[in-house]
């Protein structure tokens, strides 16, 4: 290609001005698909693409539910690169005015910047609004990967500086999109989550089977005391998911929202949108007892991965988390022969059931030089840190060291 052809960066507020056709060809051309809202959703597992997350229906049922844009904090800046008339890369950009939804934070970078006079807000996130789990964020055309790179970061760097912003983020990137944003210059930034790996079980007892005697034991233990709750627990996606059973996971999203972040990110009606655009994307775990839903666990179903997200309840039963979660998850995934699970944010315990410490990556680009100099400081130090701890859990995970003998 031609260097010095010249892309043009748009910026838009909404996402139908870039339109469904031209924003899934960047962010999820693998799926092969042309399928729009309008059309209802995508029902075939070879028209799946790498995640839901970053799909035209996904990001438009935050949009359209009010999930994000104004009052929200999450206001939509999406960029597109444009190269003689053809859109080749997006990125999902928004302006935010606070530090809300994100899972990787930069509290204590904002409390010192203004500490020290500055104006830390607003500032520029590339991300997927309240989705902690590791894709691309810069949405680049085949054949057009480092151009389209490039000129989305800058493009991203060019709007902040223009518009006299402090910061710009790029959380939960791809490892391959850290390497890029580290070679213009961006800040790189580790954290750890737990993710468990399908070593190609056939069943949920080989898996057991690779786990230590103690570890499995207690695992066996946690399904019959979960299982024993008094109901049934189901596993629906696609048309199995019905209106009522969104009625009921709304009250357990509610309740879990309101104590860990005082408000829910999602509006009820992006729990209507998902139904009509995104069910064939979604796998919700319900149990049900006398008649009426108690707890559930919504997970989102990529091509190989199974993206844990929201769990609830209205009845507390003993070990009913740890069976909607992860072991419902762990079946499902063996079943249709996926690669992984990922558990989403924090979350130590998930450890001890078989889910282990993965790096996730992120960019950050300060205008400040000084503040810039200070925290790409923090991010050496912090990067070792991380680096050590997951040595360490992964060191105390479940599985066994040597072949001790089986004692069940």
Partial sequence: MDSETQIEIRVADRISQIGQPDWDACACPESGSELGPELGPQTTDSGRPF???????????????????????????????????????????????????????????????????????????????????????????????????????QGAVQLAANNEISSLHLTFCTEEEARAGQQMGLLHRTTQQFHWENAAYPDFDAFL???????????????????????????????????????AFWQFYQDTGARKWGTPYLTRAFFDIAHETLRDDVLLVMANREGRAVAGALNFIGRDTLFGRYWGCTEHHPCLHFELCYY????????????????????????????????????????????AHAV????????AAIAEEIEILTDYGPFRKTQEEDHD
């Fill in 209 to 247: 089977a690779s786990l230590s005697s103690r570890k499995r034991k207690n695992i066996r233990k946690e399904r019959a005391t979960a299982q024993a709750f008094g109901g049934t627990i189901e596993a629906l996606t696609g048309d199995a998911i019905q209106p009522h059973h969104w009625d």
């Fill in 376 to 383: 790409e400081q923090f991010l050496t130090e912090e990067r």
């Fill in 328 to 371: 419902q998850a762990i079946d499902y995934t063996i079943a249709h022969g996926l690669k992984r699970i990922e558990a989403g944010a924090q979350g130590e315990h998930k450890l001890a059931r078989g889910y282990l410490p993965n790096t996730c990556h992120a960019l950050h680009w300060i205008a400040d030089p000084g503040f």
């Fill in 51 to 153: 995640d839901p997350f970053t799909t035209y229906r996904f990001l438009s049922a935050l949009e359209d539910s009010g999930s994000t844009g104004p009052g929200t904090g999450w206001s939509p800046r999406y960029l597109s690169a444009h190269l003689g008339g053809e859109v080749i890369a997006v990125a999902p950009l928004y302006a935010k005015s606070h530090s809300q939804g994100e899972y990787i934070f930069d509290y204590s970078w904002a409390h010192a910047y203004e500490n020290a006079g500055g104006r830390y807000y607003p500032k520029l996130q590339i991300a997927v609004p309240f989705t902690p789990v590791t894709g691309r964020r810069l949405l680049v055309k085949p054949g057009f990967e480092e151009t389209g790179q490039a000129a989305l970061i």
